[in-house]
């Protein structure tokens, strides 16, 4: 099975209205996958999510579809930064692993802030 693990920073806290949009999009497009299990937490301007999946083929399908892959295409107008990382796990970690296995191993994409 797959684990997937994302963390978003937001380029401010204003930013969290167009996430919680394009997360209730995202919320509604997962229930309609294969997903076994998932799990969300954030506060302020940093914000986690966890998927479980039977396998990467569809993980990889609820990614490139519908709200989500929206989402992404417009992650550079709320963020300045996204990590994620996929493991091979049978059960979601608790939050501490999970930011841990981010923090060292994860694929960062970054935004640049433009100067004021």
């Known amino acids: 099975m797959k ?7 937001l380029k401010s ?6 996430l919680s949009v394009y997360a209730l999009n ?7 996958t294969h997903c076994v299990e998932m799990k969300k937490r954030g506060v302020w301007t940093k914000h986690y999510t966890m998927t479980l999946w039977k396998n990467e083929a569809d993980l990889k399908a609820f990614a490139a ?8 295409k417009n ?6 930064e996204i990590r994620t990382l996929t493991i091979d796990a049978d059960t ?5 692993t999970a930011r841990s296995l981010l923090e060292k191993n994860g694929k960062v994409i970054t ?3 433009p100067k004021p």
């Open 3 to 9: 684990v997937n693990i994302t963390s978003i920073a």
């Open 13 to 18: 806290p204003f930013r969290f209205f167009p």
């Open 26 to 32: 995202i919320l509604k497009q997962l229930k309609s």
């Open 65 to 72: 579809s519908g709200a989500h892959l929206e989402a992404m």
């Open 75 to 80: 992650s550079r107008k709320i963020a300045k």
């Open 92 to 96: 979601l970690p608790d939050w501490k």
């Open 111 to 113: 935004y640049w802030l």
